[in-house]
């Protein structure tokens, strides 16, 4: 059975290579074609570290965080998740995984007993390492097959997004 649900996300909205500059980022969209078709409120993580920077400083800010393992700090507080049993898990694919600031909020929230969601939008990695490292930041979580979609197709890709909830019993 299906209780409550929640969608954690980051999304970075600006200049991106793929599909130019962005006001709403890729991420950002497919959680909300999730909290529409399932009814899952929403969390967003928020930094304004990487606000208004151009593509490359990005890429090489975030290859160094990924390097050394940083923790950046986010916005405001943690969600309190005591009244969900399911939770989304999503970002972008920054360097093979999540952005090193969704990291810093897994240290923050306990997921024991929930069944938790991956999903990313990506321009070619897929999921890449970031199930792995889900299940390793949640032992007691039940962590459930990731979805991927390129970050490109987002735009025109709520059927495929449809598809997949439908897939795990949501219609
Ligand atoms: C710093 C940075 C690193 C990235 N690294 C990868 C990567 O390793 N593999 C990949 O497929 N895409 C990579 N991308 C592309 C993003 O994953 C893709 O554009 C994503 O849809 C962005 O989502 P957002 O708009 O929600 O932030 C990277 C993008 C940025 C800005």
Redesign the pocket.
């Known amino acids: 059975m299906l209780l409550q649900s929640i969608v954690i996300?980051?999304?970075?909205?600006g200049d991106?290579?793929?599909?130019g500059n962005?006001e709403?980022?890729?991420?950002?969209?497919?959680a909300g074609y999730i909290s529409e078709i399932t009814g899952a409120d929403q969390y967003e993580i928020v930094t304004h570290k990487?606000d208004g920077m151009a593509?490359t400083p990005?890429?090489n800010?975030?290859?160094e965080e990924a390097g050394n393992g940083e923790f950046p700090p986010y916005e405001g507080e943690a969600p309190d998740l005591s009244g969900y049993d399911t939770v989304f898990i999503g970002?972008?694919?920054?360097?093979?995984?999540y952005?090193r600031v969704m990291f810093t909020l897994f240290r923050d929230i306990d997921l024991a007993g929930k069944t938790v969601i991956p999903f990313?939008?990506?321009?070619?990695?897929?999921l890449?390492s970031t199930v792995r490292d889900v299940k390793k930041a949640f032992p007691g979580a039940t962590v459930k097959d990731g979805f991927s979609i390129?970050?490109?197709e987002?735009r025109s890709g709520r059927a495929k997004v449809e598809k997949w909830l439908k897939g795990l019993g949501y219609e």
């Open positions: 996300f980051f999304s970075h909205a991106n290579y793929s599909v962005i709403v980022g890729n991420t950002k969209i497919v990487y593509y990005l890429i800010l975030a290859r970002g972008p694919i920054w360097w093979g995984t952005p990313t939008t990506h321009e070619g990695s897929g890449a390129y970050g490109h987002v």
